[in-house]
């Protein structure tokens, strides 16, 4: 924003030089870009001073606010503008009407009646101010608005009165299919998300935005209706990303006008319109204001000031930079706490913090002695979540996966097209469809990384992620709300290692025994040994997932589960051009957090006593899994068994049908002496009788 010396001077008084002014306004939170010291054509009047305002200072973007900023930084009295007040309702409330449909949208909406005026240029003084501020002069009726919009920040609009259909305002929204043609010759097509100003047929003005050219002030404009307006900050910013449409009047609304300064602006506009030689208004003013915003209040302790400023400061100090600021405050307590009333035009001033940093700018942050911070210090170190976060990665790099990272955010795809649309975390002002979820896994960003890799030329793939993921669930007391959840998820495609002379330039290539065995050494590694495999028995909840190729992982004994591997379903590898099989694994970063060992298991060295190695070929029926095989011998709780392992596996002739031989290799191993053959004999008995008796095992003879 763009401030002229010689204007801001018309509020308070300036000693020092514009660039004192600037470091002193730079150093008071409210930023000097540049300092324009020569008169030019486009900006007779100098210096003048270019602003940058913070979004949240919406109320610097006028005159009058920038003045009170210098006020209050420079301890001298702030001279507002006498304007004569207008009552409500009179003549004017008889010869106009204004309805809001949208109060939310437009809480207060006021207008005023100018009869008789006669269009052409304005002042050279008004001119000139303009032209320093940044405006173009367009003629007195336009110039008057824009003057009382810079100066009282409060942006106004002139309608033709005699152009509005029924000489009267409708607030409401754009209907479906609505134009309007603006004011800079465009058509534009309206939405019912556009708030707009309308007569009783027509849209006459996008409401805070910019107005129509079906009821623009012209040459032979004789009666006009201001407008003064105080617009709902989020439907100004919608409308103008709609219309791609920004004017210095919505770039001031989507900041927040003050909401009580809207009758001030219109009798301010008056009031200079019969400066430069206009008719009176037409006495009385319409304001539709039905629920009037009030005065913030807010407590502010003085300990917490000097706490948070880091510098002793008094309740007198305290209470006089803020009524510097045009707050009314008062001291209560002993002095230990100040009630604030804190005017509509600071929005920005909503906690007790907020009151301390215009202390702590007001008083002077140069005044904030520099020094060390002191305090106990305690040692470093990473959460127990990351610790674990740095095992798993460090075990998936040894089992040869490359960790990736993909985006939070993503869009509608193939594996999540089944899944229960209410659970799924939607963005509200999403940019694209391709990033308009939050993700609810790690897997389908993870297929579409291996396609994009494919498409480049890569053939074997393993991959690993890290990341969070998002569902709605429901709370205790019944409502829903997102929850956030650490996820460990991988992909497998072709083969793990490269093809070379070891496995004669075909490596074979990933299939779901590798994927098991990836997730069980990470298991292994982490020291989880009570993980269950379970086969999938409603293949209808995973249907990215080959119903017969696909485990869950049980971590813990809550009724969920924890994770899940397979192979992708041969429906979804057709859809996505995949020519290899694809192998998914995901599992719960928090379960595994809940399955690890409550304490750490101490070290003990391995034996230096010799491994006896026995095979036992056992037959098992086609009913029995290998997972109850493994269960039935963890029941023996043998302390010399040391390893078991299924080391070829075979069906058909000479066994009956459906019949399974497995043959598996049994370590013995002893820590406190070598083994005998009776020892070794004994349990090889126990296991072939546990086998027999829980599996229905046959051995041959």
């Not at 009869?115 to 008004?126: F, H, N, Y």
């Not at 997972?627 to 010399?640: G, H, M, R, S, Y």
Request: proline fraction near 7%; glycine fraction near 6%.
């Amino acid at each position: 924003m763009r401030a002229p010396l010689a204007w801001l001077q018309d509020f308070v008084e300036i000693k020092e030089s514009a660039e004192t002014l600037a470091t002193r306004l730079t150093m008071g939170g409210l930023e000097v870009e540049s300092v324009e010291r020569e008169p030019t054509p486009e900006s007779p009047l100098a210096p003048v001073l270019d602003l940058y305002v913070t979004p949240n200072r919406g109320d610097c973007l006028s005159m009058v606010g920038v003045a009170r900023e210098i006020a209050a930084l420079t301890d001298r009295p702030l001279t507002l503008p006498s304007i004569p007040s207008s009552q409500i309702g009179g003549e004017a409330a008889q010869q106009t009407s204004v309805r809001i449909e949208e109060p939310d949208l437009c809480p207060r909406y006021a207008a005023r009646i100018v009869r008789g005026v006669r269009i052409g240029p304005s002042p050279k003084w008004m001119q000139e101010r303009l032209r320093a501020a940044g405006q173009r002069p367009i003629n007195n009726v336009v110039d008057v608005t824009n003057y009382v919009m810079l100066e009282l920040g409060q942006p106004l609009h002139a309608f033709d009165l005699k152009k509005l259909h029924g000489e009267c305002i409708v607030v409401r929204r754009a209907r479906a299919g609505e134009t309007i043609t603006t004011l800079d010759g465009e058509e534009r097509v309206l939405s019912p998300d556009i708030l707009v100003i309308a007569d009783a047929d027509r849209p006459v003005a996008v409401a805070g935005v910019m107005g129509g050219a079906n009821s623009e002030v012209g040459d032979a404009t004789t009666d006009i209706l201001l407008e003064s307006a105080h617009f709902h900050s989020l439907a100004v910013r919608r409308a103008c990303r709609q219309l791609n449409l920004r004017t210095e009047a919505s770039y001031r609304f989507e900041r927040i006008v003050d909401p009580n300064g809207v009758i001030r602006a219109l009798d301010r506009a008056c009031q200079l319109l019969a400066q430069i030689g206009q008719p009176e208004a037409v006495p009385g003013v319409v304001d539709i204001y039905p629920r009037p915003i009030q005065p913030l209040r807010l407590d502010l302790r003085v300990a917490r000031a000097a706490r948070l400023l880091g510098v002793p400061v008094s309740a007198q100090t305290c209470l006089d930079c803020l009524r510097r600021l045009g707050l009314t405050v008062t001291l209560q307590d002993e002095a230990e706490k100040l009630l604030v009333e804190v005017p509509t035009f600071r929005p920005d001033l909503k906690l007790e913090e907020d009151l301390i940093e215009e202390v702590g700018r007001i008083h002077g942050y140069e005044a904030i002695p520099e020094r060390l911070p002191v305090g106990t210090t305690t040692l470093g170190g990473d959460s127990e979540e990351h610790k674990l976060l740095r095992r798993i990665r460090t075990v998936l790099v040894g089992c040869g996966l490359q960790e990736v990272m993909n985006h939070s955010l993503s869009g509608p795809s193939p594996l999540d097209e089944l899944h229960d649309e209410a659970r799924r975390v939607r963005v509200r002002n999403a940019l694209s469809s391709e990033v308009s979820l939050l993700r609810r896994s790690l897997l389908p960003l993870l297929v579409e990384t291996v396609r994009r890799n494919l498409a480049r030329g890569q053939s074997n793939l393993a991959l690993f992620e890290i990341g969070r993921v998002w569902q709605w669930e429901e709370t205790a007391d019944g409502a829903m709300e997102p929850k956030e959840y650490v996820r460990v998820g991988g992909v497998l495609y072709g083969a793990l290692c490269s093809p070379d002379w070891t496995n004669h330039g075909k490596p074979e290539p990933a299939d779901f025994y590798l994927l098991r065995g990836i997730v069980e050494q990470l298991l292994k590694a982490l020291r989880i040994d009570h993980a269950a495999f379970i086969p999938l028995e409603q293949p209808e909840r995973f249907p990215e997932f080959h119903p017969r190729h696909t485990a869950l992982v049980r971590l813990t004994d809550e009724a969920f589960d924890d994770g899940i591997l397979g192979e992708l379903h041969p429906h979804y590898a057709v859809a996505l051009d995949l020519r290899e099989r694809l192998y998914l694994f995901e599992l719960s970063v928090e379960a595994l957090q809940a399955a690890l060992p409550k304490e750490d298991k101490p070290y003990r060295p391995p034996s230096r006593f010799p491994a006896v190695t026995r095979d036992l070929a056992p037959r098992i029926p086609p009913d029995v899994l290998y997972k109850q095989v493994d269960e039935a011998l963890k029941t023996l709780q043998l302390p010399i068994l040391e390893a078991v392992r299924l080391i070829d596996f075979y069906t058909g002739e000479p066994l009956p049908e459906g019949w399974k031989s497995l043959t598996l290799s049994f370590t013995f191993r002893s820590e406190t002496g070598t083994l005998t053959e009776d020892e070794v004999n004994t349990e090889v008995e126990r296991i072939r009788h546990v086998l027999e008796e829980r599996c229905g095992a046959v051995f041959p003879a």
